[in-house]
């Protein structure tokens, strides 16, 4: 082969193996871009990174600003346009989308959030209604800016750490350095991909409060604050971690015996959503109410009218058992730490927030006294350099570098005067001093400038020293320049449970068909027994003795041969039934009372032995424990001695339900004849008073009023000086200002020391208290008149200390009863004293009467509180 075919036949291989190699590496692309990947794999890796994104960069709130990442980048934009004027709510949304990349609509939603919090932004124009749930106006319409507590307490470039933005064109904080407990100030909700966080808003003040206890090494505790109000029981609060709850309720007032007034709401309800539950209750029939007036404005007004002859205190327990009035909350208390979801009480929040102030505070210090200690350095390097003339060493200068040399070497005498060494950058600045400067350069105004630095540097090195005592100091001026009107909204009370059964409206009809053994509401042809629920139970007794509790249906079959139909009411002790029965088919004739507080729904009991063949052959339901007597006729035998005899049930004491009884007769039963309808054994009902829950009992919580027997009243007074008389019913509501709350004597005598705001001076009356239901002000109708002490003491003395231009004059001792006599609670009194009163004390009374103490069973186990006494609220100045 020539030697030039060979070279061609080379190049042609060579050429070859290039080509393959290209198609080798194009396939080896194919089957990258080709391979298979299985969809469990792409489910895993794809939605954990998307619920990890969801978590912490969208619901969840970071633990130290307490802010979600659409809140902070619409206040770091804020903060950037802030001019001091207002700025188009359109315009904010706009500028924030340069750091938020989820659109404008969650930004505007965000925005009005905030603004609504009253915290954070200073808004102006119709941002909407937190009452009554209406919304904002358009963005273009409405306009905010930064309030002065945001501007004082979130934003400080200089502690704060940054990150560039979602596109990298800019930088945003990965957390504002808030000094303060924000989280809790506001409260937040928010729901992430298996997760949640619910954090509530506290007050401002308290947070204050409870951060300086903490800083102090003392112990605080945090409960929530609602800006709608309303009523919370926190006994089950947990701190705000997983597991707790709370129970918020709408205030609601008796305006008078036919209207209820709503002027709070419980949290996270509107005004609309609050009558929208309550008109879904009528419908159902469990509220008799007449019709809703929604007078919402400024401050919360529902009107409720009711029919005539409903009890509006069973409306309002109503109203909390099957409404919106009454809600539970469970908080779930989740943040971010650490770029991490935790679970935080907040109690450790709060020691998390305060913890973090103190080195928001201590890195601020030291910023300020590195900034203080460069002024200090650069001022005293210029005083020298002009005072010792060093800038005529380098008039022969020729090159700059000598120029920094003859500088510096100008400077070594007075290199150990100054704080630290001489830098290169520090001789080039002093090198850029005008000549105009050096010539009025006044040594004086220098030294007094450089004096000035040293003394705030010292007292900056004071603080940082005392950097607790510091962090005390600043949330006491946050409380003093921002806390005034933000006391608490929400009223901290332990509220009872409510029985549905015993509130709810009887919107039903109870039928029974005694043969067949049914009983229910639509049996409409059968025989009516008693108005109903459809939430009721019904107790039925049949005459072999057995008896069932079950829920009032439409219709339900109970067992045949029925004698007894009746609402069942639970833990009832005072219904005690009164029974005869036979013992088998030829036993003795039993005879037992009993109440039946409690039993199993649909579970069959027998109220006699359970000797088949038993039967009952008297039964009475007595509401009150009212025991009859019966006359009871034998069948005649021979040798019987008494064939008819009578029998008092009182002489029966009252058992449990499951007691066999006693024996009434060996002897066959002809009949048994009511002969005395009887009177109760259970004697008067005792009555307590829970100061707590502002209710009454009969279970020995609170207060003991006494024994109350038929239409015996209770007398309560208020601190507003207004008195009423009320029955001894245990739904009945008090109003939340009482005072005295005891079982009304007609001829007490009660004397009262008030403010008179018509004549401005201190009025003294005694009086007896009229019976009236209707509240009723004892102290005139001028709502600036003060009730001062009131007292059933029968011989009270006063002692006067006097103010103002009187402050010296000596002392004066009032014998009351002396002093002015008993007249109706309209008369004014007797003026106190012509001067100006400072202080009215309560003395001990000189002439004690002596009166038999009641006489109380030990095992009655009742603290008796009605022990005479004087209430003292403030004392007034004239």
């Avoid at 346009?81 to 989308?97: H, S």
């Avoid at 900034?371 to 003339?389: D, M, P, T």
């Avoid at 002489?651 to 009511?674: C, D, F, M, W």
Wanted: with cysteine; proline share 3%.
């Amino acid at each position: 082969m020539s030697k030039e075919n060979k070279e061609n036949t080379d190049q042609q291989n060579n050429e070859e193996l290039e080509i393959n190699s290209e198609i080798s590496e194009k396939d080896k692309n194919n089957k990258e871009l080709h391979k298979i990947v299985h969809l469990s794999g792409m489910y895993k890796d794809w939605f954990l990174d998307y619920a990890s994104y969801v978590i912490l960069e969208r619901a969840v709130p970071h633990l130290y600003d307490g802010l979600k990442p659409v809140h902070r980048r619409i206040l770091h934009a804020m903060k950037k346009l802030d001019d001091g004027r207002y700025n188009k709510v359109a315009n904010i949304i706009g500028f924030t989308m340069q750091f938020h990349p989820h659109g404008d609509a969650s930004i505007g939603d965000a925005l009005v959030q905030l603004g609504q919090k009253d915290l954070l932004i200073d808004s102006q124009g119709n941002w909407g209604n937190i009452l009554t749930g209406d919304g904002a106006a358009a963005s273009r319409y409405i306009e905010a800016r930064l309030s002065k507590f945001a501007l004082d307490v979130v934003f400080n470039p200089k502690t704060t750490e940054w990150k560039k933005s979602y596109d990298g064109r800019n930088e945003e904080p990965v957390s504002l350095p808030v000094k303060f407990p924000l989280l809790l100030a506001q409260g937040v909700e928010g729901i992430a991909v298996g997760l949640a966080s619910k954090i509530l808003p506290h007050n401002f003040n308290e947070l204050i409060d409870a951060a300086i206890a903490f800083l102090k090494g003392k112990s605080f505790e945090l409960f929530p604050d609602f800006l709608t109000g309303g009523i919370a029981d926190f006994s089950k609060y947990n701190d705000g971690i997983r597991g707790g709850s709370i129970k918020v309720r709408a205030k609601i007032e008796k305006e008078d015996k036919k209207t209820l007034k709503i002027t709070e709401l419980p949290y996270g309800r509107t005004t609309q959503s609050l009558i929208d539950s309550i008109v879904k209750v009528i419908e159902k029939g469990k509220i008799k109410i007449r019709k809703i007036d929604d007078n919402t404005a400024e401050f919360v007004e529902i009107l409720i009218h009711l029919h005539s002859g409903t009890s509006p205190d069973q409306t309002i327990d109503a109203l909390y058992a099957f409404t919106d009035c009454e809600m539970s909350i469970s908080p779930n208390s989740c943040v971010i730490e650490n770029s991490k979801p935790v679970f935080l009480g907040v109690s450790d929040m709060l020691k998390y927030s305060a913890e973090n102030t103190v080195e928001l505070l201590k890195k601020e210090l030291q910023i300020r006294k590195k900034e203080l200690q460069e002024s200090w350095h650069l001022s005293s390097l210029e005083k020298i350099f002009i005072e010792n003339r060093i800038y005529h060493d380098i008039e022969e200068c020729e090159t700059w570098e000598s120029v920094i040399e003859t500088i510096d070497k100008g400077l070594d005498p007075f290199k150990k005067l100054l704080m630290r060494e001489v830098t290169v950058e520090d001789i080039e600045k002093l090198t850029e001093i005008k000549i105009k400067r050096i010539t009025k350069f006044d040594v004086k105004r220098a030294d007094e400038y450089i004096k000035g630095v040293e003394a705030e540097i010292k007292e900056v090195q004071n603080h940082l020293d005392n950097i607790i005592d510091f962090a005390i100091n600043y949330f006491k001026q946050i409380r003093k320049k921002h806390g005034n009107g933000r006391d608490r909204k929400t009223e901290i009370r332990n509220l009872g449970s409510i029985a549905a059964t015993q509130v709810v409206v009887a919107n039903e009809k109870l039928y029974v068909n005694r043969e067949e053994g049914f009983i229910g509401t639509g049996l409409k042809k059968d025989e009516y027994v008693s108005e109903c629920s459809d939430i009721d139970e019904i107790l039925v007794f049949l005459r072999d003795g057995k008896y069932v509790i079950t829920k009032a249906d439409d219709k339900v079959f109970v067992g045949k041969d029925i004698i007894h139909v009746a609402v069942f009411k639970r833990n009832d002790e005072r219904t005690i039934y009164n029974i005869i029965y036979r013992d088998g088919l030829n036993g003795a004739i039993m005879i037992k009372r009993c109440a039946i507080k409690g039993i199993t729904r649909d579970k069959d009991y027998n109220i006699t032995k359970g000797t088949k063949g038993s039967k009952i052959l008297y039964m009475t339901t007595n509401l009150n424990g009212e025991a009859e007597v019966v006359k009871v006729y034998l069948r005649p035998r021979p040798r019987l001695k008494k064939p008819i005899f009578e029998f008092d049930f009182s002489e029966l004491a009252i058992k449990g339900r499951q007691s066999i009884g006693n024996i009434l007769t060996k002897y066959p039963l002809h009949k048994i004849v009511l002969k005395d309808e009887g009177v109760s054994t259970l004697g008067g009902r005792k009555i307590w008073f829970e100061e707590e829950v502002l209710r009454l009992n009969a279970d020995g919580r609170g207060n003991y009023l006494g024994e109350f027997h038929g239409d015996e009243k209770i007398l309560i007074i208020t601190k507003s000086g207004k008195y009423r008389l009320s029955n001894y019913d245990l739904v009945n509501h008090f109003e939340d200002d009482v005072l005295i709350v005891e079982k009304f004597r007609p001829e007490k005598i009660f004397s009262a020391v008030y403010y008179d705001a018509d004549l401005e001076y201190y009025y003294v009356k005694r009086f007896i208290i009229d019976p009236i239901d209707k509240l009723t002000s004892f102290i005139g109708e001028n709502e600036e008149s003060r009730l001062m002490k009131i007292t059933e003491v029968e011989f009270p003395r006063l002692e006067v200390s006097f103010g103002g231009t009187n402050k010296n004059r000596e002392n004066e001792i009032i014998e009351i009863a002396e002093f002015i006599g008993v007249k109706s609670y309209k008369a004014r009194g007797k003026r106190l004293s012509n001067y100006e009163v400072k202080v009215i004390n309560e003395l001990e009374p000189l002439i004690i009467k002596e009166e038999e103490p009641e006489v109380i069973k030990p095992s009655d186990e009742i603290k008796d509180n009605n022990t005479s006494q004087m209430s003292l609220f403030e004392n007034g100045k004239k």
